[in-house]
């Protein structure tokens, strides 16, 4: 079955810098669709960044663009989050999903990680 495993969320000051990262196994990964999610207590998870796994394409939210950048490296099927110039915000547990498409924004999402906690704070 399709494994996804976030690693690297943590504690981070306002204004700093994180790396998620996303290692996939047991699947067609090069022909997936990759995105990263986020989801705080009590509020819908929403779409932060995905890519394509055709020609690399990325989209992102609104509220993350120019801070976050999203990349894979498909010879370690691992995706990754940079994230910089973190907001303060509540904990949110940040989720990679991947889609059985060559590109999707953040709809059609059938796979999923167990999820990653971020907490932006002094």
């Known amino acids: 079955q399709v494994q996804l495993v976030e690693s690297g969320g943590g504690l981070v000051q306002p204004g700093g810098s994180l790396r998620l990262s996303c290692a996939a196994s047991r699947f067609a990964w090069d022909y997936y669709a990759i995105g990263w999610f986020r989801q705080a207590p009590g509020k819908e998870r929403e779409g932060v960044a995905s890519?394509?796994?055709?020609?690399?394409?990325?989209y992102y939210a609104d509220s993350v663009k120019g801070r976050f950048t999203i990349s894979r490296d498909n010879t370690k099927n691992t995706v990754y989050l940079q994230m910089n110039s973190l907001n303060p915000e509540v904990p949110s547990v940040y989720y990679c999903?991947?889609?059985?498409?060559?590109?999707?924004?953040?709809?059609?999402?059938?796979?999923w990680g167990q999820g990653t906690q971020v907490t932006v704070s002094s």
């Open positions: 999903a991947a889609s059985p498409h060559y590109y999707s924004e953040f709809d059609e999402y059938d796979h």
């Open positions: 890519m394509s796994s055709s020609d690399g394409s990325t």
